[in-house]
């Protein structure tokens, strides 16, 4: 009996295997299918100034509007794309596009800081760096308009040249922002190596920080940490106003999060730009 237990077990967990990897196969060949047919787009989460209350910038995210399941969420597609290096063209192609965007907004007298996300994947070819420059000179944004996010692990990495290839980045004028904040590796050497210019605290500090006093505390050195350093600090994920007002009591610079809006279409971003438009016409 236990011997069947055991078997039936093996077999059910072969059948879940088997399905994962048809699963899998399934995403890999539509998300090539995405990229051609034009599935994919970028939406935009502003980032307030805690001080104004201005929006300052934006963050670009992925999404996939997919023709069965509807939208489809980064952390559904992403790791896939890094495993099977699709990345590279998805990842050059989200950078053209936050460009082209942030141009069009330039253009109409809105100057606004783009910050698009990276995989580490990215820095595999060494090829990055030229491609960021590329882009920047084909659609005439203005390099310090555009800032990366990276997350604490790659500013570590030691393989495929990445620290020489985020040197050269930074000579193209581009802004490099730390994500994700206190959540990787807990080695702060790279604070002093880099000169980022933005540090991104983690929302699992942020979402709950009205009822934790010892996040409070982790909050607050962080911010003091990074503005001794010349950092400015973005927090992520303020979802309630007593959070918003802690972080502000505590010099924060900018955040988002629910509170002020989801990430949302470049249409409706311009609207959140420009309400006293839509007041006029409405
Ligand atoms: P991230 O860069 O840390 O982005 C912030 C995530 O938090 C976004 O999830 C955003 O929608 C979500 N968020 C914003 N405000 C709140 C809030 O108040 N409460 C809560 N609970 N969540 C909030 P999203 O869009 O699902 O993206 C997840 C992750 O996927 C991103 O985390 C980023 O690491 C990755 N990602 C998104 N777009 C791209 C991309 O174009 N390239 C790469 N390589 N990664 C991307
Ligand atoms: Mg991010
Ligand atoms: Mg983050
Ligand atoms: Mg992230």
Same mark, same amino acid.
């Given at each position: 009996?236990?011997?069947?237990?055991?078997?039936?077990?093996? !077999?059910?967990?072969?059948?879940?295997? &088997?399905? $994962?990897?048809?699963?899998?196969?399934?995403?890999?060949?539509?998300?090539?299918?995405?990229?051609?047919?034009?599935? %994919?787009?970028?939406?935009?989460?502003?980032?307030?100034?805690?001080?104004?209350?201005?929006? +300052?910038?934006?963050?670009?995210?992925?999404?996939?509007? $997919?023709?069965?399941?509807?939208?489809?969420?980064?952390?559904?597609?992403?790791? #896939?794309?890094?495993?099977?290096?699709?990345?590279?063209?998805?990842?050059?192609?989200?950078?053209?596009?936050?460009? !082209?965007?942030?141009?069009?907004?330039?253009?109409?007298?809105?100057?606004? #800081?783009?910050?698009?996300?990276?995989?580490?994947?990215?820095?595999?070819?060494?090829?990055?760096?030229?491609?960021?420059?590329?882009? !920047?000179?084909? =659609?005439? !944004?203005?390099?310090?308009?555009?800032?990366?996010?990276?997350?604490?692990?790659?500013?570590?990495?030691?393989?495929?040249?990445?620290?020489?290839? @985020?040197?050269?980045?930074?000579? =193209?004028?581009?802004?490099?922002?730390?994500?994700?904040?206190?959540?990787?590796?807990? +080695?702060?050497?790279?604070?002093?190596?880099?000169?980022?210019? =933005? @540090?991104?605290?983690? &929302? /699992?500090?942020?979402?709950?920080?009205?009822?934790?006093?010892?996040?409070?505390?982790?909050?607050?050195?962080?911010?003091?940490?990074? $503005?001794?350093?010349?950092?400015?600090?973005?927090?992520?994920?303020?979802?309630?106003?007593?959070?918003?007002?802690? %972080?502000?009591?505590?010099?924060?610079?900018?955040?988002?999060?629910?509170?002020?809006?989801?990430? #949302? =279409?470049?249409?409706?971003?311009?609207?959140?730009?420009?309400?006293?438009?839509?007041?006029?016409? /409405?």
């Amino acid at each position: 009996k236990a011997k069947d237990a055991g078997r039936n077990t093996y !077999l059910l967990y072969k059948q879940e295997w &088997q399905q $994962h990897q048809t699963d899998t196969l399934k995403l890999i060949t539509d998300l090539r299918q995405a990229v051609r047919e034009q599935q %994919l787009e970028l939406h935009y989460q502003p980032k307030y100034e805690l001080s104004s209350g201005r929006l +300052n910038g934006v963050e670009a995210l992925l999404r996939w509007r $997919h023709p069965e399941l509807g939208w489809v969420g980064p952390q559904h597609f992403i790791p #896939v794309a890094e495993e099977t290096g699709l990345i590279d063209s998805l990842g050059l192609w989200v950078i053209r596009q936050a460009c !082209l965007q942030a141009v069009q907004w330039h253009q109409a007298g809105q100057s606004l #800081v783009v910050a698009v996300n990276l995989s580490a994947r990215q820095f595999r070819s060494g090829q990055l760096p030229e491609q960021v420059a590329a882009v !920047l000179a084909e =659609t005439g !944004l203005p390099a310090e308009l555009l800032e990366l996010e990276l997350t604490e692990s790659m500013l570590m990495d030691e393989q495929y040249q990445v620290q020489q290839q @985020l040197t050269q980045l930074m000579a =193209t004028g581009v802004k490099l922002a730390i994500d994700d904040f206190g959540t990787g590796y807990s +080695n702060l050497h790279y604070l002093s190596k880099f000169q980022a210019a =933005t @540090l991104k605290i983690d &929302q /699992s500090f942020i979402l709950q920080l009205n009822s934790s006093i010892r996040d409070q505390a982790l909050v607050s050195g962080m911010i003091q940490l990074a $503005h001794s350093l010349g950092l400015v600090v973005v927090a992520e994920g303020v979802e309630l106003p007593e959070v918003a007002s802690l %972080l502000s009591q505590m010099q924060c610079d900018s955040a988002q999060g629910y509170l002020w809006s989801k990430p #949302v =279409t470049a249409e409706q971003l311009w609207q959140l730009l420009t309400p006293e438009l839509i007041e006029k016409h /409405s």
